[in-house]
């Protein structure tokens, strides 16, 4: 990892901590390279959220008059999540 060495190198004397962050010995040690041999690891992907962020906030937000919002945008998730339910139980 030529990047993080030269990273520490570069502001090892601004941290108080010299930079010693387990953090940063476990992403370039350890999480990169396993990443870089297996794929995304479990818990580590940002996908799941963001779909979720989009569909339970962007677009409620977007369905409402901005006043009020947020009363107007759990209305609106709880409605969905009613018509979900519904469609499932007709499925079964």
């Given at each position: 990892m030529k990047w993080?060495?030269?990273?520490?190198?570069l502001f090892?004397?601004?941290s108080p901590s010299e930079l010693c962050l387990p953090k940063l010995h476990n992403w370039c040690y350890h999480i990169?390279?396993?990443?870089?041999e297996y794929g995304a690891i479990n818990g580590f992907?940002?996908?799941t959220y963001e779909s979720l962020h989009k569909?339970?906030?962007?677009?409620?937000?977007?369905?409402?008059n901005k006043r009020g919002a947020t009363d107007q945008m759990i209305k609106t998730v709880?409605?969905?999540?009613?018509?979900?339910?519904?469609?499932i139980t007709l499925i079964k």
């Open positions: 993080a060495t030269l990273f520490v190198k090892k004397k601004y990169i390279p396993t990443i870089k992907t940002t996908e569909d339970s906030v962007k677009k409620p937000y977007r369905a409402s709880n409605i969905f999540i009613l018509y979900i339910s519904h469609i």
